[in-house]
């Protein structure tokens, strides 16, 4: 094995040594999974190499999105990539690990039955399942009066077409925590209009303060998205009376809404000993939701608030460690903790699209194959080794759009054409990833113009924020466009979640090109026109969750790019993330 081995090599811990050694010389292991638990074992005097590969492995899940990693099924779940490795017996594995001095104080490591995690991610998970126990075990809410809650839900969700939502109100109404899921265009936005209508009136009838209400999502984009959504629900279908009794509101990030801390990055104003204020806290996209997050929320959360986390548990999890809404949407329910809320039935106009993303869910290869290549107008499928043909005749039109209008100083324009259509790939680096399409667009638009763009900051940049900053007021999932002024200077126009801004570029930390972005990236967001880039078969990320959250992001037309081998195998390999939040919500 070792001839092979490259010793310059970033991801090869020369060190290590024995079983450490032969994973991370497979490739099963990092360098600084292998550094992380030489280091631990060696400072809580755990000479068990046995040991210290489930350490190990559980620093390699945790990069993953795991929270922690089940030693019986370790083999199975990580795979071997055709390499004879070692693996422990797992009965003797877990014995071992069982009686590791890496369990005791100060403990950084926990085991809960066959699964090993750092304390951190165990401590939080007990945390969420704690709390949900909680407000579950209360007494159910009360209802001011039957007759009328029959009444407003009849008037809120009038006739059959809304009986899905009637009854997910329904079950909201008479609990304290309430899991509302469903696909794109299903109605969660105007269920939670609905929703929010008939708790205010019941509010009203029990003589309480009009309810406090706090709208928030994981983004800024998603915030102000959910924002607007009810707005409009409320504008179009909520009669003034209802409308009144809900006063007014801003949907805020979930950072903002918890209140941020300058001396830390995970803790908030809000917390056990600092209850946030409102009576109904609603999250939306909150497959988005990181276990750290949902753990920072549930403890500020008043018990005898109402708390509606709304979502789509197919779409891809969180970027940070977890699967918060896949488990709490199976734990809750299989609990007997909450009962469910779904929505199933999609009512936005050119369902083409809802077609492809149930087909894509339920692992319908035939059917996604067939609506791809024959389904309508708003589906397209580019098949072929090499679509830069193909692209460039969508991609290059746009990008010179926003450019024109950028050199104009059409801040309104270029933003239009900026969000008519947006590229989308799997991986950031690569052949086929968000690097390579920004130069290529690049390159092009330099063919077209004669322009070199030599500059970062160009006339017509498109850019994508990707952090938070509070002081300038642009949040991650923010969007803009480099204009130019009539006096020649460049500024960045973003469409920010809170309003129009207008900045110098070098005021701008973290930013991206936009011409393409990743699939992770692009969640909580929509565009009218999506093309995403299917990676080949080779790639680890491709997988359905994938797949459909790319679909999802679509609201009038989507254009996928890719060979069949990969689609049939995106939709049937899972982004599974090893969690115990589902399991101990059950048991
Ligand atoms: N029962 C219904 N009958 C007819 N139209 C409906 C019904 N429910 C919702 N709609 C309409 O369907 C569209 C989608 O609804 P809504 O925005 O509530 O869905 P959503 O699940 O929140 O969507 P998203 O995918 O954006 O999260 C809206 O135009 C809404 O007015």
Redesign the pocket.
């Known amino acids: 094995m070792t001839s092979t081995i490259d010793e310059f090599d970033s991801a090869l811990a020369l060190g290590a040594t024995g079983i450490l050694r032969d994973f991370n010389q497979a490739g099963l292991l990092v360098a600084a999974d292998v550094h992380v638990a030489s280091r631990l074992a060696s400072m809580l005097a755990e000479d068990d190499e046995k040991v210290a590969l489930a350490c190990a492995l559980v620093v390699r899940a945790v990069r993953a999105g795991s929270v922690c990693l089940d030693l019986a099924t370790a083999r199975e779940e990580v795979g071997d990539d055709g390499v004879d490795l070692d693996w422990p017996d797992p009965d003797e594995w877990l014995a071992a690990v069982a009686s590791s001095p890496l369990l005791a104080a100060p403990q950084p490591l926990r085991l809960e039955g066959s699964r090993l995690y750092f304390d951190r991610y165990w401590r939080e998970e007990e945390q969420v399942e704690q709390d949900l126990r909680r407000r579950s075990a209360q007494a159910a809410p009360t209802i001011a009066d039957e007759d009328t809650l029959r009444a407003g839900l009849d008037r809120l969700?009038p006739g059959t077409?809304?009986d899905?939502?009637r009854a997910a109100a329904e079950t909201a109404v008479r609990q304290w925590t309430t899991v509302l899921t469903?696909?794109?265009?299903?109605?969660?936005?105007?269920?939670v209009a609905g929703l929010l209508a008939v708790l205010a009136e019941q509010a009203e009838l029990a003589g309480d303060r009009r309810p406090r209400i706090a709208l928030t999502a994981p983004t800024g984009k998603a915030a102000a998205?959910l924002e607007e959504?009810v707005r409009h629900?409320m504008s179009?279908?909520l009669s003034a009376e209802d409308t009144a009794r809900l006063g007014d509101f801003h949907a805020r990030t979930l950072h903002m809404l918890l209140g941020r801390r300058p001396d830390s990055s995970t803790r908030f104003r809000h917390d056990r000993d600092n209850r946030l204020p409102h009576d109904i806290v609603v999250v939306?996209e909150t497959s988005m939701v990181s276990l750290t997050m949902m753990a920072r929320l549930l403890e500020a959360v008043r018990p005898d608030a109402r708390l509606i986390l709304v979502g789509?548990p197919d779409q891809l999890a969180s970027i940070e460690a977890g699967a918060v809404l896949a488990d709490l949407v199976d734990g809750l329910v299989a609990g007997g903790h909450a009962r469910p809320a779904e929505?199933r039935?999609s009512?936005?106009f050119g369902s083409e699209i809802g077609d492809l993303a149930l087909a894509v869910r339920a692992d319908q290869a035939e059917e996604v194959l067939h609506l791809l290549r024959f389904g309508g107008d708003s589906l397209s499928f580019v098949e072929g080794d090499d679509p830069r043909d193909a692209l460039r005749s969508v991609l290059l039109p746009d990008a010179l759009a926003i450019r024109r209008a950028a050199e104009a100083g059409d801040a309104d324009a270029a933003l239009r054409a900026l969000e008519r259509h947006r590229l989308l790939c799997a991986h950031r680096d690569g052949p086929w990833g968000v690097t390579y399409w920004n130069r290529t667009v690049e390159r092009w638009i330099t063919e077209e113009t004669e322009d070199p763009l030599w500059d970062t900051w160009y006339v017509g940049r498109p850019v994508l924020v990707t952090a938070n900053d509070y002081g300038l007021g642009v949040y991650n999932g923010d969007v803009g466009v480099t204009i130019r002024r009539p006096d020649g200077s460049l500024r960045v126009c973003i469409d920010g979640s809170r309003g129009r801004l207008d900045l110098a570029p070098g005021r701008l930390g973290t930013v991206e090109t936009l011409h393409a972005m990743t699939i992770h990236k692009a969640q909580g967001s929509?565009a009218a026109e999506v093309t995403v880039l299917i990676p080949g078969e080779e790639s680890r990320l491709l997988t359905r969750e994938l797949f459909y959250t790319a679909v999802?992001r679509a609201e009038k037309q989507i254009r996928v790019v890719g060979n069949e081998p990969a689609i049939r195998l995106a939709l049937h390999r899972r982004a599974l993330r090893a969690t115990g939040l589902r399991q101990r919500l059950t048991t």
């Open positions: 969700f077409s809304y899905e939502q469903g696909g794109p265009g299903t109605g969660k936005t105007t269920t998205r959504a629900e179009g279908r939306d789509d929505l039935t009512h936005r929509q999802t």
